[in-house]
Structures are given as structure tokens and as C-alpha cells.
């Protein structure tokens, strides 16, 4: 599976981003599509997580109430909604899927080329 992430950029603090990551090539192993983030000096986490057969999803307790993830099956594309957005959150951006709780743990089969979420005034 080939993932390509897009829609990261410059936000004020309290601004909104949407990132995209569309797969291409989805095989019958790919259960879940998922975020992921690293800071500059710090190690990966996980944000949040859909599963494409039933939609349940799973979010980190940073991003709660912030942060909400979707699915579109018909494009294999899942959307992040970033709301409320705070420095802390600035970040390169992964997306990865695989077994759902593969996705949730930071070991996806495959992982898109990450996108920029800078949060600043």
C-alpha cells in the first residue's frame, strides 16, 4: 500500500487544519488507517485511528475533543480534523495502516511521507 498525506501548514494557535491520506493498492490486511506525529527532539505518537470496516475510531487523550478522524471507503481515504489547534501540536504528521491495533501502536504496514502542522502566532 502506497499512503500519500496532504493538508498540513501554517495555523494560528485556535485554527483549524484538515490533513488527507488516500491509499492506493489496499490489500485485504489493511483493516485501519491511522495518525501518527513526531515533534522536533521527541519520539513518535499516536494520535488517532478509524477502522474501515465499521468506523469505530480511537484518539489519543492530547487530541480529544480536538481532533477528529474519518473515513471515506469509496476513495480509501481517511481525513484528520484538526480543531482548537495549540502549539504543542505542531508536528510532522504520519499516516500508516494496517491491523487496527498495529495502526494504534505505531506499527503500521505502510506509512505515508508525513506532512508539516506548524501552530504558531
Known amino acids: 500500500v502506497q499512503l500519500q498525506a496532504s493538508g498540513g501548514g501554517w495555523v494560528q494557535p485556535g485554527g483549524s487544519l484538515r490533513l488527507s491520506c488516500t491509499g492506493t493498492?489496499?490489500?485485504?490486511?489493511?483493516?485501519?488507517m491511522g495518525w501518527h506525529r513526531q515533534a522536533p527532539g521527541k519520539e513518535r505518537e499516536f494520535v488517532a485511528a478509524?477502522?474501515?470496516?465499521?468506523?469505530?475510531?480511537y484518539d489519543a487523550d492530547s487530541v480529544r475533543g480536538r481532533f477528529t478522524i474519518s473515513r471515506d471507503n469509496a476513495k480509501n481515504t481517511v481525513y484528520l480534523q484538526m480543531n482548537s489547534l495549540k502549539p504543542e501540536d505542531t508536528a510532522v504528521y504520519f499516516c500508516?495502516?494496517?491491523?487496527?491495533?498495529?495502526?494504534?501502536?505505531?506499527?503500521?504496514?505502510?506509512w505515508g511521507q508525513g506532512t508539516q502542522v506548524t501552530v504558531s502566532s
Open positions: 493498492g489496499r490489500t485485504a490486511g489493511s483493516y485501519a
Open positions: 478509524i477502522s474501515w470496516r465499521d468506523g469505530t475510531t
Open positions: 500508516t495502516d494496517g491491523d487496527i491495533y498495529a495502526v494504534v501502536n505505531g506499527r503500521g504496514d505502510s
